[in-house]
């Protein structure tokens, strides 16, 4: 079991940056992909952004890439998003998901936080 705890959502201005964490817990022993999904209101759950426990094969989805850092303290197991150059079209639901392989993959997280808010006005 791993359980997810993220942080750092908020009330931003567009062009404003934030930075989410997510904590993880419970399994120690295996390297997992962790990453960050989001879902605005009215709109399916998309991916943002994914990176191994280790460091490794950080990816991004289009709308975010090149404003978008994601980056991982093993010693925390905390993964961080970086977003920067904030658009009102950002305002979501951000999910940080874990999905327990060492392959680069995200797709069907075997577990998700609670997610935290990000809303950006114009």
């Known amino acids: 079991q791993v359980q997810l705890v993220e942080s750092g959502g908020g009330l931003v201005q567009a062009g404003d940056s934030l930075r989410l964490s997510c904590a993880a817990s419970?399994?120690?022993?295996?390297?997992?992909?962790m990453g960050w999904f989001r879902q605005a209101p009215g709109k399916e759950r998309e991916f943002v952004s994914a990176?191994?426990?280790?460091?490794?094969?950080?990816n991004y989805a289009e709308s975010v890439e090149g404003r978008s850092t994601i980056s991982v303290d093993s010693a925390k197991d905390t993964v961080y998003l970086q977003l920067d150059s904030l658009k009102p079209e950002d305002t979501a639901v951000y999910f940080c998901a874990v999905k327990l392989t060492a392959k680069p993959t995200l797709t069907n997280p075997d577990y998700w936080g609670r997610g935290t808010q990000v809303t950006v006005s114009s």
């Open positions: 990176i191994q426990r280790n460091g490794g094969f950080p």
């Open positions: 419970g399994r120690a022993d295996i390297n997992y992909r």
